[in-house]
């Protein structure tokens, strides 16, 4: 996507879109099938990205970066460049999906426990008549070549990644030139939902914003992720603090 069309959050660059534009770019990087990968960073994703040089690499080299949780959205708005919307991948990704079970798309599975993504073929499958789940792998495995062969074998025109952050971005962008794929999508615990093994938030929580919530209460060990947006909010308001100072001294100097 083109920086103009980007609002940058504490040095990681989103692609300001709707899920409708969002979809339709990754409906036509499937279509030039170099295998490009997406990111959906959420804001601990966005502060390990500020230690992890590695990480921040992989998400500016992402051809698609969308913002995945909710305060990412309050982030870009305290920073004055509001984005359009919340994108959560999963929903990115179900509606990619429904997509390309109009023409008979092909997806490829790969991370969670074994036996999970086979649940969530099963799943996908139902849900979206004409989707073709050409393969599955889980995430406990030691060579790269192996899971490279079986998805170049399988030739999906979607790869969802679900191992993790940083995991699935760092695999992403090391295997992007060697795979034979349309688009691949780092989604972290997706393939659980997809399942059914772990239940989202009602729908009524993610429109409030807050399935963090809902999650927390079900999990309540994320507390400690949890606290990583407090901490993500206090770095926004300090750089929207530090800009307006700079501003100002700026028009001083004049």
């Not at 093994?197 to 992720?225: D, F, N, Q």
């Amino acid at each position: 996507m083109s920086k103009e069309s980007q609002v940058e959050v504490l040095g990681v660059r989103f692609d300001n879109l709707t899920m409708r534009e969002a979809v339709d770019a990754a409906l036509a990087l499937i279509a030039e099938h170099r295998c490009t990968y997406a990111a959906t960073p959420n804001p601990e994703i966005v502060m390990l990205s500020r230690k992890d040089a590695s990480l921040s690499s992989a998400l500016k080299e992402a051809s698609l970066v969308i913002a995945d949780g909710v305060g990412i959205v309050y982030g870009a708005k305290i920073l004055g460049t509001p984005l359009k919307a919340r994108l959560p991948g999963i929903d990115f990704a179900g509606c990619l999906m429904q997509e390309l079970a109009k023409t008979n798309g092909r997806v490829f599975l790969f991370g969670a426990k074994p036996g999970i993504a086979e649940l969530a073929a099963q799943t996908l499958t139902a849900t979206h008549p004409g989707l073709s789940v050409c393969g599955t792998h889980n995430g406990y495995f030691s060579d790269d070549a192996e899971i490279i062969a079986e998805i170049n074998a399988a030739k999906p025109d979607l790869l969802l990644v679900c191992l993790g952050a940083p995991k699935q971005e760092l695999w992403m962008q090391a295997n992007a030139g060697k795979l034979n794929a349309g688009l691949m999508i780092g989604l972290g615990g997706s393939l659980d939902v997809f399942a059914g093994t772990v239940r989202r938030a009602p729908e009524s929580w993610c429109k409030l914003g807050l399935e963090w919530l809902y999650r927390l209460i079900k999990e309540p060990r994320r507390i400690g992720r949890m606290r990583k947006l407090p901490v993500f909010l206090i770095a926004v308001i300090r750089c929207r603090l530090l800009e307006r100072r700079r501003l100002r001294g700026n028009s001083d100097a004049r």
